[in-house]
């Protein structure tokens, strides 16, 4: 079983250039590192919108605890050190796929 996560970010206006530059060279590094498979990553710039899914093995309890463990850890950390504010708004949810 595997589980995902949907993640839709609205970017802070005149971030989404450097908050896309950040991602793709952080986010398929950290996360797998962590246990996690980043399963796409796709951006509107005329909305400032950035949608990506992120998976792991396990149940959504299982993901949960892995992501714990992850925002806890000192990659995570590293990661975001010094990096400014770019996401206005978080929309983030379990789906399933059919």
Do not use: H
């Amino acid at each position: 079983m595997k589980t995902t996560q949907l993640r839709r970010y609205t970017l802070v206006d005149g971030e989404y250039d450097a908050f896309v530059a950040w991602w793709q060279s952080t986010m398929p590094i950290v996360r797998p590192q962590a246990g996690f498979t980043v399963e796409f990553a796709y951006g509107i710039p005329e909305t400032n919108e950035f949608v990506w899914a992120v998976t792991a093995d396990g149940d959504e309890d299982a993901f949960l605890a892995l992501e714990k463990t992850y925002m806890a850890s000192p990659e995570r950390a590293a990661a975001f050190d010094g990096v400014p504010q770019r996401v206005a708004e978080y929309n983030i949810r379990f789906v399933q796929s059919f």
